[in-house]
Antibody
Framework: EVQLLESGGGLVQPGGSLRLSCAVSGFTFSSYAMSWVRQAPGKGLEWVSAISGSDGSTYYPDSVKGRFTISRDNSKNTLYLQMSSLRAEDTAVYYC??????????????WGPGTLVTVSS | DIVMTQSPDSLAVSLGERATINCKSSQSVLYSSNNKNYLGWYQQKPGQPPKLLIFWASTRESGVPDRFSGSGSGTDFTLTISSLQAEDVAVYYCQQYYNIPYTFGQGTKLEIK
């Protein structure tokens, strides 16, 4: 059974940093692309990063480029999102999501339950 | 960026009746080399992560009831629930995975009339 579980959320001050983790099980992690998707309170879904399962290429929207870094540790079956220079508008539930295959050009069939990040002084 | 626009923003339908949600992309999400539309539909209930319903615009995910169907091609897509059940109350999102950044529609809130 595919399982994804995020952790690392919490309260952080504006300008601060936070690292999210997503522990996975039930599939060969190294073979699959993964993404992070966030949802601000009461708002819609926003994709924030992806990493391929083949060569580890990474992708970001302009809203987080240069501030967020996605990475993976295939030996630990864990996906990460390093977030820096955090802003109030980064406040959201962050979900990790599994792609169809090694390419990031995929729908998201599996999602974790999410972890809440609150950026506030 | 490809902008995804859903209509309506909210919808109230009687139990057993048909619900239709539309999604329009600002550019085509049909990949000509494989003739696939890179379009998915998700259902999200309060306090839960999104759940995949439909991918490639019209392929139902395993375990999804057959009252859910997807149609359309190019830039115009539709999610249809043929006979609304109480458990279908949720927010529905379309998503394109044709181009980075991957983008979602703003969501359509479905309620019981």
């Amino acid at each position: 059974e595919v399982q994804l579980l995020e952790s690392g959320g919490g309260l952080v001050q504006p300008g601060g940093s936070l690292r999210l983790s997503c522990a996975v099980s039930g599939f060969t992690f190294s073979s699959y692309a993964m993404s992070w998707v966030r949802q601000a309170p009461g708002k819609g879904l926003e994709w924030v990063s992806a990493i391929s399962g083949s060569d580890g290429s990474t992708y970001y929207p302009d809203s987080v480029k240069g501030r967020f870094t996605i990475s993976r540790d295939n030996s630990k079956n864990t996906l990460y999102l390093q977030m820096s220079s955090l802003r109030a508008e980064d406040t959201a539930v962050y979900y990790c999501a599994k792609a169809l295959g090694s390419s990031t050009y995929s729908y998201f069939a599996y999602w974790g339950p999410g972890t809440l990040v609150t950026v506030s002084s | 960026d490809i902008v995804m626009t859903q209509s309506p923003d909210s919808l109230a339908v009687s139990l057993g009746e048909r619900a239709t949600i539309n999604c329009k992309s600002s550019q085509s999400v049909l990949y000509s080399s494989n003739n696939k539309n890179y379009l998915g539909w998700y259902q999200q209930k309060p306090g839960q992560p999104p759940k995949l319903l439909i991918f490639w615009a019209s392929t139902r995910e395993s375990g999804v009831p057959d009252r859910f169907s997807g149609s359309g091609s190019g830039t115009d897509f539709t999610l249809t629930i043929s006979s609304l059940q109480a458990e279908d109350v949720a927010v529905y999102y379309c998503q394109q995975y044709y181009n980075i950044p991957y983008t979602f529609g703003q969501g359509t809130k479905l309620e019981i009339k």
